[in-house]
């Protein structure tokens, strides 16, 4: 009964609506105040630093990869930690966030890191982590897939790993 975040302000207003749901309401405040906190924490630590180009490895279909684009909640994520996503402006089926992007495509962007929740690809780590050098960075599938609290964890990690120390 909950709708899709599509960004941190999204989660936020679930994180609430949850606490009003089972009377905690003070909870849910202080955890979105917290979350709010953390995402300001991220936005100031990676302003103006350089942002690596990244492919968000979603798994292979038939020739081809899935990924995200601006309309998925992971770009938004990306956006915060100062990451540039490859897919971006590719177009997902039926105007989804989550479309399939060529390999070919892929290599030509030769992106600097690959983000999957999950095990890479076969292409990812044949194509682009071993011998073109990309950075893999797995992220925990669950907590980047349930729209919670956790979630700004994976925002602090994937901006801690390509910006370890941007001031």
């Known amino acids: 009964h909950y709708p899709v975040a599509g960004n941190f302000t999204d989660v936020m207003t679930l994180v609430e609506r ?9 909870a849910a405040k ?27 490895d979603l798994g292979q279909g ?12 992971e770009h938004n994520l990306l956006d ?13 089926q039926y105007g989804s966030g989550y479309p399939l992007i060529n ?3 892929v290599l030509e962007a030769n992106p600097d890191i690959v983000i999957s929740p999950g095990p890479l690809t ?17 992220i925990n599938a669950n907590y980047i897939s349930q729209h919670a609290p956790r ?3 994976v925002l ?4 801690e790993e390509p910006h370890p120390d941007p001031t």
Do not use: H, W
């Open 30 to 56: 202080e955890r979105t105040d917290e979350m709010a906190a953390q995402i300001s924490l991220v936005e100031s630590a990676t302003e103006g630093v350089e942002e690596p180009s990244v492919f968000y």
């Open 156 to 159: 602090v990690a994937v901006a």
């Open 103 to 105: 390999q070919e495509t």
């Open 151 to 153: 979630t700004v964890d």
């Open 18 to 26: 949850t606490g009003r749901l089972v009377g905690a309401c003070d």
């Open 122 to 138: 076969d292409f990812a780590q044949t194509r682009l982590v071993d011998p073109a050098g990309a950075e893999a960075i797995q």
């Open 80 to 92: 915060i930690a100062a990451a540039q996503n490859i897919a971006a402006d590719v177009e997902g």
């Open 62 to 73: 038939e020739g081809d990869l899935y990924t995200v684009n601006s309309k998925a909640f």
